[in-house]
């Protein structure tokens, strides 16, 4: 059995999670990652996505994250989500608003960086909506 | 001189309203612990991020790519000022210390030759400071149909806030909020958002992880996407320490009320017997100077 590590998932909101865990998958900005005890020290910023906490106990846990970033150090990892919801509470009309919304700031943007950032952004929620809805 | 029956229905009016206040008190109070509670949840994401902020300036060093929503434009000349009040009133000096504080530093500004903004945050401050200086605001942000305070109401507001920054609107921005001592103590706090007072670099955190990092992507470019949440996380913070202290505000104004209120009551019967008994007393004279006459 993989050592344990404390894993905390915080949204502005409250605290979400605080426990030992033995592995994470975070949505990393620059591709998925998998955090496990003893990680180098990095600092990420997170896009929508799934983290799935497999906790010491053996249970596993997935939360929707919608942005933020994750500060992982050896001793532990703490990811600060925007907003953060357990996969079973999802609230659909919820991510069709967020959806809604990327799109018409894609339609909106100005100039070609802010619009190719919000539609990357739409991208990943719809990713995001895709891998969910069949659950 | 009032007659009897005034006292009577004064008597019965006031005792209503202390029923009322008495009410109000009453859910304050249970309000009040439900704002507590939620700023409370709300301090380790404002702490985290305070920490991993200091991390990253001191990574980064002062380096010329630090956005400019943290080194400021260079200027002061325009200042905004972000002034969060109460919805509601009822809740004692709550509301009007803010805008007193918030009313100096705009004449301190404007005397300096400043050139001063503002978007007000809850009905209250649009209010107040409507009288003076109605032409200075640009925005009011309504937050009454809120139930619960989110962080996509204080997001929405730092949104506008950063747009408003980007346009080159303002050199400095200011934030005005109620910090919540405890249930009798608010203290009204002005807070420099913009330029981002750079975080003091606490050298270590508990598990003495000052340690490497690696970033993923820049650390620039990190810092260019945490700046702007933590702008709002400040506003998210002054929101609800702002409801925790109106919840105070209002529980201590109400109890007032009701202690006045009884006090009332009191000296109110008191007059009402008094009169009554000399009512008494002068129908016994005139049966007893009748009777003498006789």
Request: hydrophobic content about 45%.
């Amino acid at each position: 059995m993989a050592e344990a590590f404390k894993f905390e998932l915080v949204s502005p909101e409250r605290l979400l999670v605080s426990e030992q865990v033995e592995s994470v998958v975070i949505p990393g900005a620059e591709g998925e990652m998998t955090v496990m005890a003893n990680h180098a020290p990095v600092m990420t910023t997170i896009k929508p996505g799934v983290v799935t906490v497999k906790s010491a106990s053996g249970g596993e846990e997935r939360y929707v994250v919608f942005g933020g970033f994750a500060d992982i150090v050896p001793a532990g990892c703490t990811l600060l989500a925007e907003s953060a919801v357990a996969v079973k509470n999802v609230d659909r009309a919820d991510l069709a608003r967020r959806i809604q919304d990327a799109k018409e700031d894609a339609a909106d943007a100005k100039d070609d960086q802010s619009r190719s950032k919000a539609e990357q952004f739409l991208a990943q929620l719809t990713t995001l909506e895709s891998a969910l809805l069949p659950a | 001189m009032p007659s009897l029956k005034d006292l009577r229905n004064r008597i019965a009016s006031v005792k209503a309203t202390q029923k009322i206040t008495k009410a109000m008190q009453m859910v304050a109070a249970a309000k009040l612990r439900r704002a507590q509670e939620a700023a409370e949840a709300a301090r380790p994401y404002s702490e985290r991020m305070g920490s991993v902020l200091a991390n990253i300036t001191q990574a980064i060093g002062g380096g010329g790519d630090a956005p400019a929503l943290m080194t400021g434009t260079g200027k002061d000349n325009v200042h905004l000022l972000v002034v969060c009040t109460a919805e509601r009133g009822l809740c004692g000096g709550f509301n009007s210390q803010i805008a007193r504080l918030a009313r100096d530093h705009i004449r301190r500004l404007l005397a300096d030759g400043k050139q001063v903004k503002i978007i007000c945050v809850g009905k209250k401050g649009f209010d107040i400071l409507r009288r003076d200086y109605a032409s200075l605001i640009l925005d009011r942000v309504d937050l009454r149909e809120v139930k619960t305070l989110g962080f996509v109401n204080a997001d929405a507001i730092a949104r506008k806030v950063i747009h408003l920054f980007n346009e080159g609107a303002f050199d400095v921005c200011t934030l005005f909020y109620s910090q919540f001592k405890s249930v009798i103590s608010q203290v009204p706090t002005a807070q420099q958002i913009i330029p981002a007072a750079a975080p003091s670099a606490k050298a270590e955190t508990s598990d003495g992880a000052s340690a490497v990092y690696e970033y993923e992507p820049e650390p620039g470019e990190i810092l260019s996407d945490l700046i702007p949440r933590n702008i709002a996380v400040q506003i998210f913070r002054a929101l609800l320490e702002n409801a925790a202290g109106e919840m105070g505000a209002k529980m201590s104004a109400m109890d007032n009320a009701t202690r006045n209120a009884g006090e009332m009551i009191n000296k109110l019967s008191i007059t009402y017997n008094r009169q009554r008994q000399a009512q008494i007393t002068k129908e016994l004279i005139e049966i007893i100077s009748g009777a003498e006459a006789l």
